[in-house]
């Protein structure tokens, strides 16, 4: 239990970095949309390993099947399956993960889960994982652009360790996120950022840092009460990604240190519409989207695996140290940029159809 | 859609500030769990208005009743339902509501949804919603308790605008935390908090904080990955309540400013247990419990509903000004901690639930 | 578990037949529906004890209640809670119940399952939790109205014992129906039903039959693949009403003694649509509604409560003998139609929501 | 959406006819349950083409490959992905299913659902499909060996058009079901349908008939009120199969013409156990089992596709006729048998660890 999300649009993924592949079934996506291989891979080549030098240096080409669901370059309305095989297996790399605990992963955990776990790499908590929720991913910014032409939804990274960049969410581009490695639209920020994660690895260290995203043009309307609110399901989506340790949106944390005067969105009219003088609330009142920019923040936490000696315990409860070999992510942030948008893409896409089944035309 | 909750222990929320009632539905309680109103009610009675000088004045006793699913004061492992009338109807005091949409409140945003709103109060977004919740979560602690005997569940208040306070969660009481009306365990930052709030209340504003809570003696295991991960499943519990904004687990957005080898929680064998020797994970790894304490931290924003004049529009889209009447809280934080316990004990019952169907015994 | 019902126009129902009451909460419906209790009010009369000669003479007013979910005369897009109080509660009556297991009652495999049960009366197995059915099922009829303008459904006997009526289930209209008490629309036949249910009650015993129904002006597209098939979603509502034993669509278990050049429907042009020559699929093929009649058949046993002394057990596993005593319907037959019909808009509804989230306009 | 079926134990399956392949994902087994490729294959070479004289020649191996979920021969507890590749893919042989609609096919229910289909074979609506249900269900089995050590589950054939055999569900087994390639335990009966069979198709024609199946040992309390009934999920299931028409269970529509005095089950106590002394209500009684055998019956229609001209339309709505070419099966049951058994240990499976959940020990 536990690999499905969403409720109209539904994801279930499946696969262990180690073993036959990764993969998402998608079910609940409309007929008639345009969908190729291609749409998905750019997206999987924005989280893959060994894209630019600050992240991992393993070699995986992670290219994606479309096994059902899409005939002659469009979708049938039937379950979408997407498959891409593992490659860079070298369990024997792994093998003192046999018998010992890396801190601050799941091994220990899934072992008490389970009784069992696949101690090839990181197994099913692998961020291999999130193959399948990218490929899905891009599934739903295909759904979207159908559903809200005009929607757009770009993350970006604005913190990295005691960094922190400029980025204003209401005119970022994705172009300027691409622009560098650290996909940091600050330009100046990113390379500080980039030393500071080059530094961290020659010191055999990671870092962590902050993904805001921003998601534009969305109507007023979308978002579910009371349990499914927008900014509920946003926060899961987010809380269930590899290495995330909080979420706000909004004024997040900081407006705990606001008045009501001073956090309370105004409304006024502008082009005739109902719109907010300011957007504290992050795009969202009482879990319902209110048309506004809807913008949020995840924090992640510095990469568990690092090459420095660490304190540890073996599965037979002898207490011991570790000191991760081979090649690993010294920060995580930036392949974790495509992971936010696309789980924001699922719950934005899935709430759109919601919507739209329940929805009474005036 | 989106009024139910949980997968196993699973509710569903009805009824709006106005009408005939509030309540819940709780389908999947095992049967056989004492159970009587008095253990629903004294949870509600933490949560209603009028329980304090720094909450709401509105008079609502908020009797519950139990229509069903117990039986000679045991559970019939049949559904639940639990009622609590509308008492404080007073829906001319609102009626000015009718035709303004209330700054960062849902009014807006529930018209562009339905076309339609309970104008009376917040409706089915006003804080009344939450008697279901916290009706259920007192039935989901009677069966903690069977399950998990050793368990506790606490929340307290560790900020209110810029106070913050000094609580070990390792060790803090729930007789602490209801020592005082702010349901904050440290008694000077209490004091000071309150006197914020009764400030911010003549003043006409009002202040928003955070609640922190601890979930103790869970034993490892809880949690599935990948979507229903534990923390992300709290995560979207938290933010499922009215004016909550962000959610932390363990170290949190803090967690973005330490370096791997800083944050990492390194193993130990500890009563010859597998142990954290630090816990900035707050109790999950990989989404699943690992035995420690689990904790993390909720920011609510401050009351929406301010006696101080704001700008708005009415729903024929004129500009207009609109200052609240009557009574309201000044801060939600007291009232939110019994709603955070609640939404708490229904994830880990939901959860405990589930690792009962799963688990193979050794 | 288990007592929730639909994907997106999602009922739970809650209650025992004695307690509180039993009742429905309803959400997933559209807003802006027009809903008076009389709407409701008139389905639940088709149910209720005492409204013919040939039905229980327990006197039930059955009145209900909608707690929430409706404002100014319309659905507000939020759950429905309608709530209808149990009267006729005299536990004495049950008292023998208590530690007897009635045949082909529920007693047994509830007390085998929970380990207790509410053996005052039916408890949670009583045909008054289809109460709730019937008051959500009169809702789902509205917005089907909404939806499906032209839609009828109609559900009539067309079996009683060893009593088949001549049906034509194109034309049968509901006046038909409710001509007389068997609702059985071949009055001669209705007759014959009649005296023989009346027979059976002299004699202590008790009748089971089959009721029909047709689901007419549906358009095609209806019913998902491959689980969510029409049929199979009308199967199991069916299959879950009290006393049912069969379902069959179509030519149903006839169609196993027919040839495949016999039993296939020829498509043919009329009227410039694509049609079926005969209706043996009865509505749907591959699981999808294909425009024309859906027309389904549900086999009822007899009540399982009879006068006569029957052998069976007591809780001490004792061997004894029971008759029941006081009122019970000799033959569910008349008020299953309500129920069937009430089922039927439930799956229907939800189907008609399903393919409006997901169909492309051309 | 309508590809998943389970609460716990639960099942998506995904492909076409034609295509990358079909399989399916299943989430919600327990770990540490001893699976191979051949416990998989095993299923499904009893389902799969041109295992016998009276089924399609078509040539398809069928073969699995397990792609997740499982490490060193035992499951992990994560989902477990199966894929079978397509093989026999001739989509010239299909050109004219492009532009007609085959009588009794689900493509023009697809066309009118989705706007597109894959006319290359049934798509979709293949009974290809039917390789995740029978490849999930070998699992179910595994899990179920456990849970329930001594339960079995066993399907055949009772009736092929007008012959009918005569088999004593209580003692059954599956050497005879397996004996003969109508999978009819009755050994004249399967001769004279074999010589029906192989008839029908020398006429270009085809033949239904009706599977039961019995579910023996399993204990008391599976089943879950008021809508996942057992017997209801278990409709569901059947009725979501290619090809059913009806399901009935215990006397099912035999019971319409009994009296109450004769249908129902009196208790009695053997062997110190509360047992029924009939079983006219197929092993459950409420929704619920109560430990006796749970006995059904599925109808299957006669196979849709025959080689005799049929009336038929276009889709630019001419009509015209349709003779199908190829390999099909005349009959669908001894390949149905399979399917049914599979089904049914979905619905075992799945409410068995629903059960599991909620049971209380005593």
Redesign the interface.
Do not use: C, W
């Given at each position: 239990?536990?690999?499905?999300?969403g409720?109209?649009f539904?994801i279930?993924?499946?696969?262990?970095s180690h073993?036959?592949?990764?993969?998402v079934?998608l079910?609940?996506c409309?007929?008639?949309i345009a969908l190729s291989p291609n749409d998905i891979q750019q997206e999987l080549d924005r989280r893959r390993p060994g894209q630019s030098a600050i992240v991992t240096q393993r070699q995986e080409s992670d290219r994606c099947?479309?096994?059902?669901?899409?005939?002659e370059g469009?979708t049938?309305?039937?379950?979408?399956?997407i498959?891409v095989r593992n490659e860079d297996a070298r369990p024997e790399a792994y093998r003192e993960m046999k018998d010992t605990?890396r801190?601050?992963?799941?091994d220990?955990?899934?072992q008490?889960?389970?009784?069992?776990?696949?101690w090839q790499g990181g197994?099913?908590?692998s961020a291999r994982?999130t193959i399948g929720r990218v490929a899905a991913g891009a599934v739903a910014r295909k759904v979207l652009a159908?559903l809200h032409p005009e929607s757009e939804i770009i993350a970006y990274v604005t913190?990295v360790?005691?960094l922190s960049a400029a980025v204003d969410s209401s005119v970022v581009t994705r172009a300027q996120v691409e622009a560098n490695a650290v996909r940091c639209p600050d330009k100046e920020a990113a390379r500080a950022m980039m030393r500071a994660i080059e530094q961290?690895r020659a010191e055999g260290?990671?870092?962590?840092?902050?993904v805001e995203c921003v998601a534009r043009n969305f109507s007023?309307?979308l978002?579910?009460?009371?349990?499914?609110?927008l900014?509920?399901?946003?926060?899961?989506?987010?809380?269930?990604l590899?290495a995330?340790?909080?979420?706000?949106?909004?004024?997040?944390?900081a407006?705990?240190?606001?008045?009501?005067?001073?956090?309370?969105?105004?409304?006024?009219?502008r082009d005739?519409?109902?719109r907010?003088?300011t957007n504290?609330?992050?795009g969202?009142?009482?879990?319902?989207?209110?048309?506004e920019d809807i913008v949020f923040r995840v924090?992640?936490?510095?990469?568990?695996?690092?090459a420095?000696a660490?304190?540890?315990?073996t599965t037979d409860?002898?207490?011991t140290t570790l000191a991760a070999r081979g090649r690993h992510d010294p920060c995580v942030l930036p392949r974790a940029v495509p992971m936010v948008e696309a789980m924001a893409a699922l719950v934005l896409c899935d709430h759109a159809?919601?919507?739209?089944?329940?929805?009474?035309p005036?």
């Open positions: 239990m536990g690999s499905s999300f409720q109209l539904r279930t993924t499946f696969g262990e073993g036959g592949g990764v993969g079934v079910d609940g409309p007929s008639r099947e479309i096994l059902s669901g899409v005939f469009q049938l309305g039937t379950p979408i399956a498959l605990y801190p601050s992963h799941a220990f955990t899934y008490a889960k389970y009784g069992i776990r696949n197994g099913r908590a994982e159908f913190d360790y005691d961290a260290d990671s870092l962590g840092g902050i007023a309307g978002g579910e009460p009371v349990f499914d609110k900014e509920a399901d946003l926060a899961k989506a987010m809380l269930s590899p995330t340790k909080g979420f706000e949106i909004g004024a997040g944390f407006a705990t240190r606001l008045r009501g005067s001073e956090h309370n969105d105004a409304f006024e009219i005739k519409e109902v907010t003088a504290r609330s992050g969202i009142q009482g879990g319902i989207s209110n048309g924090a992640f936490k510095p990469t568990a695996t690092i420095r660490q304190q540890t315990v409860k002898t207490e159809l919601r919507q739209r089944a329940l929805a009474q005036d």
